[in-house]
């Protein structure tokens, strides 16, 4: 079970959600003096307000937590953020489903300790035992492996890294790994992540992992893996790039979400793909103005090297393509220019699914995961016309997100495609310090098991 939850505790305090609206309408204590307690504290259900109250022996025997408006799913985290080890079961729910409390205790327990000499024990909740507690731990897992891989430095998350990763999940379910690692990626047809990555140290690489019966519906996930983005010749600014060993997040969540779809034994086909590359910069680093081939037979005029994550993309869904699955999903760090149109925490959504949309929106709202449809909007492609090749990688400052998603567009030849244009980090908040975070990890999977579960 994931370590911060727990089924059978032998002694649990007990915890009291409410929200401003729920506190100030209650009627009866939900423990003795709770409200003289809560009004000598000023507790009043605020957003991260917390009430401790020990027992005779002075340990913790209840909690007052405020959830605001209730409208955070993952609220919560900002309890077990602050909570002391020890176990934990919820007595009042304050009108939170009980998965998004699960899913935001274990966000809120979460440590990032592999380079620290001493550990800590996380608070632990009680959850239910049998197959719903085996799918809260498995989501909790995946959420929190997905953020180790993201804040893992890139001295240590190289490509060959990314590698590893895919190779211990391949090991772990039975899949099967295919990597095309350097110079084999040329003949073997991936130019692009060829060209971004031929400037590090440690050798790009194309990496396929196949797993499930040939005869379910084939499902292809498709991740960003850049472990390190300098911007190439156009370098970043030092701020910029501060916090670049994150470009490898869409992969982190193509990951996490293969390894959601094989821990439930989900009936599907399922097939991985990760461009995983450095853009680094040396005498053989890609340049504005070269002219590059790709997989899918378009050339592509390099308007700047700090919009790569396209190109290695480009070629992983034409890729992704041949194998025609009835459903593609990319993840990818893809621009800057998402985060100023919708902030940290919204999803962009970018398809040409209807249906598709409609699913994804719905397990959004579900699982509280916050998804944001974006239009795919095919004159800006008139943006990435190139006078001397057949697309230029960079449609200017104008509608960012936008440009980049139609950029992808024009190597996708699928049933059904959905690009999402991530963040995968976090300011602190929860009381923790930034990191990697999951972005729409838990809609996607959600729309996964409502479409493909029993």
Same mark, same amino acid.
């Given at each position: 079970?994931?370590?911060?939850?727990?089924?059978?505790?032998?002694?649990?305090? !007990?915890?009291?959600?409410?929200? +401003?609206?729920?506190?100030?309408?209650?009627?009866?204590?939900?423990?003795?003096?709770?409200?003289?307690?809560?009004?000598?504290?000023?507790?009043?259900?605020?957003? *991260?307000?917390?009430?401790?109250?020990?027992?005779?022996?002075?340990?913790?025997?209840?909690? #007052?937590?405020?959830?605001?408006?209730?409208?955070?799913?993952?609220?919560?985290?900002?309890?077990?953020?602050?909570?002391?080890?020890?176990?934990?079961?919820?007595?009042?729910?304050?009108?939170?489903?009980?998965?998004?409390?699960?899913?935001?205790?274990?966000?809120?327990?979460?440590?990032?300790?592999?380079?620290?000499?001493? =550990?800590?024990?996380?608070?632990?909740?009680?959850?239910?035992?049998?197959?719903?507690?085996?799918?809260?731990?498995?989501?909790?897992?995946?959420?929190?492996?997905?953020?180790? %891989?993201?804040?893992?430095? &890139?001295?240590?998350?190289?490509?060959?890294?990314?590698?590893?990763?895919?190779?211990?999940?391949?090991?772990?379910?039975?899949?099967?790994? !295919?990597?095309?690692?350097?110079?084999?990626?040329?003949?073997?047809?991936?130019?692009?992540?060829?060209?971004?990555?031929?400037?590090? &140290?440690?050798?790009?690489?194309?990496?396929?992992?196949?797993?499930?019966?040939?005869?379910?519906?084939?499902?292809?996930?498709?991740?960003?893996?850049?472990?390190?983005? +300098?911007? *190439?010749?156009?370098?970043?600014? *030092?701020?910029? %790039?501060?916090?670049?060993?994150?470009?490898?997040?869409?992969?982190?969540?193509?990951?996490?979400?293969?390894?959601?779809?094989?821990?439930?034994?989900?009936?599907?086909?399922?097939?991985?793909?990760?461009?995983?590359?450095?853009?680094?910069?040396?005498?053989?680093?890609? !340049?504005?103005?070269?002219? #590059?081939?790709?997989?899918?037979?378009?050339?592509?005029?390099?308007?700047?090297?700090?919009?790569?994550?396209? #190109?290695?993309?480009?070629?992983?869904?034409?890729?992704?393509?041949?194998?025609?699955?009835?459903?593609?999903?990319?993840? &990818?760090?893809?621009?800057?220019?998402?985060?100023?149109?919708?902030?940290?925490?919204?999803?962009?959504?970018?398809?040409?699914?209807?249906?598709?949309?409609?699913?994804?929106?719905?397990? +959004? &709202?579900?699982?509280?995961?916050?998804?944001?449809?974006?239009?795919?909007?095919?004159?800006?492609?008139?943006?990435?016309?190139?006078?001397?090749?057949?697309?230029?990688?960079?449609?200017?400052?104008?509608? *960012?997100?936008?440009?980049?998603?139609?950029?992808?567009?024009?190597?996708?030849?699928?049933?059904?495609?959905?690009?999402?244009?991530?963040?995968?980090?976090?300011?602190?908040?929860?009381?923790?310090?930034?990191?990697?975070?999951?972005?729409?990890?838990?809609?996607?999977?959600?729309?996964?098991?409502? =479409?493909?579960?029993?």
């Amino acid at each position: 079970m994931h370590k911060s939850f727990i089924a059978k505790p032998k002694h649990a305090a !007990r915890v009291h959600l409410f929200t +401003s609206a729920g506190f100030k309408a209650l009627q009866d204590d939900p423990f003795p003096s709770a409200r003289a307690i809560a009004s000598a504290q000023d507790f009043t259900g605020g957003a *991260g307000q917390v009430v401790l109250v020990p027992g005779d022996d002075g340990s913790i025997q209840s909690v #007052l937590f405020g959830l605001g408006g209730g409208k955070d799913a993952l609220a919560v985290a900002a309890l077990s953020a602050r909570m002391p080890e020890g176990d934990y079961e919820i007595a009042d729910d304050g009108g939170q489903p009980f998965e998004h409390i699960a899913a935001a205790w274990a966000d809120g327990a979460y440590r990032f300790e592999r380079y620290r000499t001493t =550990r800590t024990k996380p608070p632990r909740l009680k959850v239910p035992g049998g197959k719903e507690g085996e799918r809260l731990s498995r989501q909790a897992d995946a959420a929190a492996h997905l953020r180790d %891989m993201v804040n893992t430095p &890139a001295a240590d998350m190289t490509p060959e890294g990314l590698q590893t990763e895919m190779a211990a999940l391949a090991n772990r379910f039975g899949a099967e790994l !295919r990597a095309t690692v350097g110079e084999a990626l040329l003949p073997a047809g991936y130019p692009m992540v060829h060209a971004v990555g031929r400037a590090a &140290a440690v050798a790009p690489r194309f990496l396929e992992l196949e797993w499930g019966k040939s005869s379910h519906p084939k499902i292809a996930l498709v991740g960003k893996g850049i472990t390190f983005d +300098s911007g *190439g010749l156009n370098i970043k600014a *030092g701020d910029g %790039m501060r916090i670049m060993k994150k470009d490898m997040g869409g992969a982190a969540h193509a990951i996490a979400l293969a390894e959601l779809i094989m821990g439930a034994d989900l009936p599907v086909h399922l097939m991985l793909y990760v461009s995983a590359a450095e853009n680094a910069i040396s005498g053989s680093s890609f !340049r504005p103005g070269d002219i #590059l081939s790709s997989r899918k037979g378009l050339t592509v005029e390099i308007d700047n090297t700090d919009a790569e994550g396209r #190109l290695v993309l480009g070629d992983a869904l034409a890729r992704a393509c041949e194998g025609n699955p009835d459903l593609i999903l990319d993840f &990818a760090t893809l621009t800057g220019a998402a985060r100023v149109a919708l902030g940290a925490d919204l999803a962009p959504l970018y398809t040409d699914d209807d249906q598709l949309a409609a699913d994804i929106l719905a397990a +959004s &709202a579900r699982t509280g995961d916050p998804v944001w449809r974006m239009p795919l909007w095919d004159p800006y492609l008139a943006d990435l016309k190139s006078p001397v090749a057949d697309l230029v990688n960079s449609g200017g400052s104008f509608g *960012g997100s936008i440009t980049a998603a139609v950029f992808l567009k024009q190597f996708v030849d699928a049933k059904s495609w959905a690009h999402f244009d991530i963040w995968a980090w976090r300011k602190a908040k929860y009381g923790r310090p930034e990191g990697g975070a999951p972005c729409s990890l838990r809609a996607v999977w959600s729309m996964l098991e409502t =479409r493909y579960g029993a």
